[in-house]
Protein backbone atom coordinates (compact mmCIF):
# COMPACT_ATOMS: atom_id res chain seq x y z
CA UNK A 1 0.00 0.00 0.00
CA UNK A 2 1.31 3.09 -0.85
CA UNK A 3 1.56 5.74 1.93
CA UNK A 4 0.00 9.09 2.46
CA UNK A 5 1.30 12.16 3.55
CA UNK A 6 -0.88 14.56 4.98
CA UNK A 7 -1.05 17.68 2.47
CA UNK A 8 -2.45 19.91 5.56
CA UNK A 9 1.26 19.35 7.14
CA UNK A 10 2.97 20.18 3.88
CA UNK A 11 1.13 23.87 4.47
CA UNK A 12 2.79 24.13 7.24
CA UNK A 13 6.05 23.17 6.52
CA UNK A 14 6.71 24.60 3.40
CA UNK A 15 5.05 27.60 4.62
CA UNK A 16 6.83 29.87 1.35
CA UNK A 17 4.66 27.29 -0.85
CA UNK A 18 1.21 27.49 -1.61
CA UNK A 19 -1.42 26.14 -3.97
CA UNK A 20 -0.12 21.84 -3.96
CA UNK A 21 -1.58 19.86 -6.91
CA UNK A 22 -0.87 16.52 -6.79
CA UNK A 23 1.18 15.39 -10.04
CA UNK A 24 2.03 12.01 -8.65
CA UNK A 25 2.69 9.03 -6.53
CA UNK A 26 4.42 6.05 -6.53
CA UNK A 27 6.16 3.58 -4.38
CA UNK A 28 9.20 5.90 -3.48
CA UNK A 29 8.13 9.25 -3.38
CA UNK A 30 4.96 11.86 -3.63
CA UNK A 31 5.66 14.47 -6.37
CA UNK A 32 3.46 17.46 -6.01
CA UNK A 33 3.29 20.88 -7.90
CA UNK A 34 2.94 23.98 -5.99
CA UNK A 35 3.35 27.73 -6.09
CA UNK A 36 6.52 29.97 -4.69
CA UNK A 37 6.97 33.19 -4.44
CA UNK A 38 9.82 34.01 -6.58
CA UNK A 39 10.54 30.80 -8.31
CA UNK A 40 6.80 30.73 -9.37
CA UNK A 41 5.53 27.17 -10.40
CA UNK A 42 7.74 24.04 -9.11
CA UNK A 43 7.85 20.49 -8.32
CA UNK A 44 8.33 19.59 -4.71
CA UNK A 45 8.96 15.68 -4.32
CA UNK A 46 8.84 14.51 -0.85
CA UNK A 47 10.58 10.95 -0.59
CA UNK A 48 9.37 8.41 1.41
CA UNK A 49 11.27 6.90 4.07
CA UNK A 50 11.82 3.63 3.18
CA UNK A 51 13.67 4.97 0.52
CA UNK A 52 17.49 4.58 0.93
CA UNK A 53 18.41 7.92 1.66
CA UNK A 54 21.36 6.99 -0.22
CA UNK A 55 19.76 6.90 -3.02
CA UNK A 56 17.64 10.05 -2.68
CA UNK A 57 21.36 11.99 -2.39
CA UNK A 58 22.49 10.53 -5.50
CA UNK A 59 19.55 11.73 -7.35
CA UNK A 60 19.75 15.18 -6.38
CA UNK A 61 23.73 14.52 -7.12
CA UNK A 62 23.06 13.92 -10.61
CA UNK A 63 21.59 16.58 -11.67
CA UNK A 64 22.92 19.23 -9.97
CA UNK A 65 26.61 17.37 -11.50
CA UNK A 66 24.75 17.05 -15.35
CA UNK A 67 23.67 20.72 -15.04
CA UNK A 68 21.84 20.17 -18.26
CA UNK A 69 19.19 22.74 -20.02
CA UNK A 70 17.35 20.03 -20.98
CA UNK A 71 16.96 18.44 -17.38
CA UNK A 72 14.93 20.62 -14.51
CA UNK A 73 16.87 22.46 -12.33
CA UNK A 74 16.83 21.69 -8.52
CA UNK A 75 16.05 24.95 -6.38
CA UNK A 76 16.06 23.34 -3.46
CA UNK A 77 16.40 20.42 -1.02
CA UNK A 78 16.28 19.30 2.69
CA UNK A 79 14.88 16.79 4.98
CA UNK A 80 11.74 17.63 7.00
CA UNK A 81 9.46 15.35 9.92
CA UNK A 82 6.36 14.04 8.57
CA UNK A 83 3.90 12.11 9.87
CA UNK A 84 5.66 8.71 8.25
CA UNK A 85 9.09 10.07 9.54
CA UNK A 86 11.96 11.98 7.97
CA UNK A 87 11.72 12.42 4.13
CA UNK A 88 14.06 13.87 2.18
CA UNK A 89 12.17 16.54 0.38
CA UNK A 90 13.40 18.38 -3.21
CA UNK A 91 12.23 21.33 -5.04
CA UNK A 92 12.86 21.80 -8.34
CA UNK A 93 11.94 23.62 -11.54
CA UNK A 94 8.59 22.87 -13.20
CA UNK A 95 8.01 22.10 -16.78
CA UNK A 96 4.66 22.91 -18.12
CA UNK A 97 3.45 20.76 -20.88
CA UNK A 98 2.78 17.18 -21.44
CA UNK A 99 4.90 13.86 -21.00
CA UNK A 100 5.51 12.07 -24.34
CA UNK A 101 3.66 9.21 -23.10
CA UNK A 102 0.42 11.29 -22.84
CA UNK A 103 1.29 12.41 -26.21
CA UNK A 104 2.02 8.74 -27.82
CA UNK A 105 -1.45 8.05 -26.68
CA UNK A 106 -3.10 9.93 -29.65
CA UNK A 107 -0.32 7.72 -31.97
CA UNK A 108 2.95 8.33 -33.84
CA UNK A 109 4.48 11.73 -34.02
CA UNK A 110 5.54 13.87 -36.31
CA UNK A 111 9.04 13.11 -38.12
CA UNK A 112 10.62 16.68 -37.51
CA UNK A 113 9.70 15.74 -33.80
CA UNK A 114 11.05 12.60 -33.37
CA UNK A 115 14.47 14.20 -35.04
CA UNK A 116 14.13 16.98 -32.20
CA UNK A 117 13.60 14.69 -29.65
CA UNK A 118 16.53 12.65 -30.30
CA UNK A 119 18.28 15.15 -30.57
CA UNK A 120 18.05 16.87 -27.27
CA UNK A 121 17.76 14.13 -24.87
CA UNK A 122 21.30 13.20 -26.75
CA UNK A 123 22.37 16.91 -25.10
CA UNK A 124 21.15 15.73 -22.04
CA UNK A 125 22.63 12.69 -21.98
CA UNK A 126 25.44 13.81 -23.01
CA UNK A 127 26.14 15.90 -20.43
CA UNK A 128 25.20 12.63 -17.94
CA UNK A 129 27.67 10.79 -19.65
CA UNK A 130 30.46 13.41 -19.42
CA UNK A 131 29.43 13.13 -15.44
CA UNK A 132 29.48 9.31 -15.62
CA UNK A 133 25.97 9.05 -14.77
CA UNK A 134 23.54 6.33 -16.53
CA UNK A 135 20.09 7.63 -16.67
CA UNK A 136 18.98 3.67 -16.59
CA UNK A 137 15.52 5.15 -17.17
CA UNK A 138 14.50 6.74 -20.10
CA UNK A 139 11.79 6.32 -21.83
CA UNK A 140 8.21 7.94 -22.61
CA UNK A 141 7.16 8.55 -19.11
CA UNK A 142 10.19 10.19 -17.81
CA UNK A 143 10.39 12.83 -20.70
CA UNK A 144 8.07 16.14 -20.82
CA UNK A 145 7.38 18.73 -24.12
CA UNK A 146 7.23 21.54 -22.93
CA UNK A 147 4.68 24.60 -24.17
CA UNK A 148 7.27 25.83 -26.81
CA UNK A 149 7.77 22.10 -28.26
CA UNK A 150 11.37 21.48 -26.46
CA UNK A 151 11.75 17.74 -24.61
CA UNK A 152 13.15 17.61 -21.29
CA UNK A 153 14.44 14.49 -19.53
CA UNK A 154 13.07 13.72 -15.86
CA UNK A 155 13.74 11.81 -13.17
CA UNK A 156 17.16 10.36 -12.41
CA UNK A 157 15.95 8.14 -9.55
CA UNK A 158 17.57 4.90 -10.43
CA UNK A 159 20.44 6.68 -11.77
CA UNK A 160 24.24 4.73 -11.84
CA UNK A 161 26.95 6.64 -10.65
CA UNK A 162 29.69 5.02 -12.56
CA UNK A 163 32.24 6.54 -10.03
CA UNK A 164 30.01 5.58 -6.58
CA UNK A 165 29.83 2.10 -5.46
CA UNK A 166 26.53 0.62 -6.45
CA UNK A 167 23.52 0.49 -4.77
CA UNK A 168 22.05 -2.58 -6.29
CA UNK A 169 23.15 -5.89 -4.89
CA UNK A 170 25.16 -7.57 -7.45
CA UNK A 171 23.56 -10.96 -6.91
CA UNK A 172 20.33 -9.69 -7.78
CA UNK A 173 19.37 -11.64 -11.27
CA UNK A 174 17.62 -8.23 -12.35
CA UNK A 175 18.98 -4.86 -12.63
CA UNK A 176 16.70 -1.72 -11.76
CA UNK A 177 14.79 -0.68 -14.45
CA UNK A 178 11.48 -0.44 -17.12
CA UNK A 179 11.14 -3.65 -18.80
CA UNK A 180 10.43 -2.75 -22.59
CA UNK A 181 12.98 0.17 -22.98
CA UNK A 182 16.30 -1.23 -20.83
CA UNK A 183 18.85 -3.18 -22.62
CA UNK A 184 19.76 -6.87 -21.92
CA UNK A 185 22.64 -5.60 -19.96
CA UNK A 186 20.64 -3.90 -17.57
CA UNK A 187 17.83 -6.37 -17.16
CA UNK A 188 20.18 -8.73 -16.23
CA UNK A 189 22.08 -6.62 -13.66
CA UNK A 190 25.37 -7.51 -15.50
CA UNK A 191 26.56 -4.01 -13.56
CA UNK A 192 30.01 -3.85 -15.84
CA UNK A 193 28.29 -3.50 -18.66
CA UNK A 194 26.15 -0.78 -18.06
CA UNK A 195 27.29 2.18 -19.45
CA UNK A 196 25.90 5.39 -21.39
CA UNK A 197 25.00 2.68 -24.00
CA UNK A 198 22.62 1.46 -21.79
CA UNK A 199 20.22 4.81 -22.25
CA UNK A 200 21.12 4.94 -26.36
CA UNK A 201 19.11 1.42 -26.36
CA UNK A 202 16.41 3.08 -24.28
CA UNK A 203 16.42 6.29 -26.37
CA UNK A 204 16.28 4.10 -29.51
CA UNK A 205 13.16 1.74 -28.33
CA UNK A 206 11.21 5.43 -27.55
CA UNK A 207 12.01 7.34 -30.71
CA UNK A 208 11.30 3.60 -32.43
CA UNK A 209 8.13 3.90 -30.40
CA UNK A 210 7.40 7.47 -31.37
CA UNK A 211 7.54 6.94 -35.38
CA UNK A 212 5.78 3.27 -35.27
CA UNK A 213 3.29 4.45 -32.74
CA UNK A 214 3.91 1.11 -30.46
CA UNK A 215 6.88 -0.80 -28.50
CA UNK A 216 7.07 -4.19 -29.86
CA UNK A 217 8.70 -5.42 -26.48
CA UNK A 218 5.46 -4.70 -24.87
CA UNK A 219 3.09 -5.52 -28.04
CA UNK A 220 0.99 -7.32 -27.48
CA UNK A 221 1.04 -7.78 -24.00
CA UNK A 222 3.27 -10.27 -22.82
CA UNK A 223 2.20 -12.98 -20.27
CA UNK A 224 4.62 -12.40 -17.94
CA UNK A 225 7.90 -10.63 -17.42
CA UNK A 226 9.91 -13.50 -18.19
CA UNK A 227 8.25 -13.20 -21.67
CA UNK A 228 8.83 -9.73 -22.16
CA UNK A 229 12.72 -10.37 -20.89
CA UNK A 230 12.83 -12.94 -23.80
CA UNK A 231 11.75 -10.31 -26.15
CA UNK A 232 14.00 -7.77 -25.11
CA UNK A 233 17.24 -10.47 -25.41
CA UNK A 234 15.74 -12.09 -28.72
CA UNK A 235 13.79 -9.67 -30.70
CA UNK A 236 15.17 -7.18 -33.20
CA UNK A 237 12.44 -4.21 -34.06
CA UNK A 238 11.87 -4.23 -37.20
CA UNK A 239 13.13 -1.09 -39.21
CA UNK A 240 11.68 2.01 -39.10
CA UNK A 241 11.39 4.52 -42.22
CA UNK A 242 10.57 8.34 -41.91
CA UNK A 243 9.57 10.48 -44.26
CA UNK A 244 12.41 12.23 -44.71
CA UNK A 245 15.63 12.71 -47.19
CA UNK A 246 17.71 10.89 -44.88
CA UNK A 247 15.48 7.89 -44.17
CA UNK A 248 18.29 5.12 -44.49
CA UNK A 249 20.60 7.05 -41.79
CA UNK A 250 17.57 7.16 -39.19
CA UNK A 251 16.79 3.76 -39.99
CA UNK A 252 20.44 2.57 -39.25
CA UNK A 253 20.87 4.91 -36.31
CA UNK A 254 17.67 3.28 -34.82
CA UNK A 255 19.06 -0.22 -35.79
CA UNK A 256 22.18 0.42 -34.50
CA UNK A 257 21.01 2.37 -30.62
CA UNK A 258 18.52 -0.87 -30.45
CA UNK A 259 21.24 -3.95 -30.71
CA UNK A 260 21.07 -6.44 -28.15
CA UNK A 261 25.34 -6.38 -27.98
CA UNK A 262 26.39 -2.77 -26.55
CA UNK A 263 29.65 -3.05 -28.64
CA UNK A 264 27.51 -2.98 -31.46
CA UNK A 265 25.91 0.63 -30.19
CA UNK A 266 27.65 4.15 -31.03
CA UNK A 267 30.04 4.06 -29.15
CA UNK A 268 29.20 7.24 -26.80
CA UNK A 269 26.65 9.18 -26.77
CA UNK A 270 28.65 12.16 -28.55
CA UNK A 271 29.11 9.73 -31.54
CA UNK A 272 25.11 8.65 -31.76
CA UNK A 273 24.54 13.13 -31.64
CA UNK A 274 26.90 13.41 -33.92
CA UNK A 275 25.23 11.11 -36.24
CA UNK A 276 21.50 12.42 -35.39
CA UNK A 277 22.61 16.40 -36.15
CA UNK A 278 23.95 15.07 -39.90
CA UNK A 279 20.21 13.88 -39.89
CA UNK A 280 18.62 17.28 -38.29
CA UNK A 281 20.88 19.41 -41.00
CA UNK A 282 19.36 17.17 -43.74
CA UNK A 283 15.77 18.76 -42.66
CA UNK A 284 16.78 22.13 -42.26
CA UNK A 285 16.26 21.54 -37.91
CA UNK A 286 20.66 22.23 -36.88
Known amino acids: MTPSIDITWLQSIFTDLSDFRPLGQGGQKLVLAARHPTDGDVVLKIVYP????????????????????RVPRIL?????????????????ELVSGSTL??????????????????????EALERAEHAQIVHRDVKPDNIMQDLAGDFWLLDFGIARHLELSSLTATALPY?????????????????????????????????????????????????DHLELLKRVEQLTLPPVM??????????DLIATMTQKNRIHRPRNIVEAKIWIQEICRSEGLA
Not at 242 to 251: G, Q, T, V
Open 50 to 69: KTNPESARREILAVQQIQSP
Open 76 to 92: EHGVADTNLGPCVWVRE
Open 101 to 122: RSILASGPIPAQRILLLGLQMM
Open 175 to 223: GKMTLGYAPPEQCRNLKREIDSRADLFALGVTMYECATGKNDFLTPAPR
Open 242 to 251: LPIAAKESFR
